[in-house]
């Protein structure tokens, strides 16, 4: 696993621990643990907040299958620079300035 993905990986659970914490939901201790799984309260939880956990767990999901920073749209490398700014992002900034681009 390249230095790059463990940072993003770092930044990601901190970033879905302070969500979680925003959101009164119990904190996600176990990396693997989706957010899905506290469907109980989901329905308590703001849209937006609802969906940066789902990127942020779909990210996660990537790194843990070890593809994680390519686009999923060009298959090209996302750039250091993009992850370090949007580690949840999906896309590349070519690929989501044309509409593919989730909610930024
Ligand atoms: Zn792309």
């Given at each position: 696993?390249g230095q790059y993905?463990?940072?993003a990986?770092?930044?990601?659970?901190r970033r879905?621990?302070?969500?979680?914490?925003?959101a009164?939901?119990?904190p996600?201790?176990?990396?693997?643990?989706?957010?899905?799984?506290?469907?109980a309260t989901q329905?308590?939880v703001?849209?937006?907040?609802?969906?940066?956990?789902?990127e942020?767990?779909?990210a996660?999901?990537?790194?843990?299958?070890?593809r994680?920073g390519?686009?999923?749209?060009?298959?090209?490398?996302m750039g250091?620079?993009r992850?370090?700014?949007?580690?949840?992002?999906r896309?590349?900034?070519g690929?989501?300035g044309?509409g593919?681009?989730?909610a930024?």
């Open positions: 696993m993905v463990v940072e990986r770092e930044q990601l659970l879905r621990r302070s969500l979680h914490r925003q009164g939901l119990p996600a201790a176990d990396p693997a643990a989706r957010w899905v799984d506290y469907e329905s308590l703001a849209e937006g907040v609802r969906r940066e956990l789902t942020i767990d779909a996660l999901q990537r790194i843990s299958e070890g994680y390519t686009c999923l749209a060009c298959g090209g490398p250091l620079q992850i370090r700014a949007i580690p949840e992002a896309y590349c900034t690929c989501s044309q593919l681009a989730e930024e």
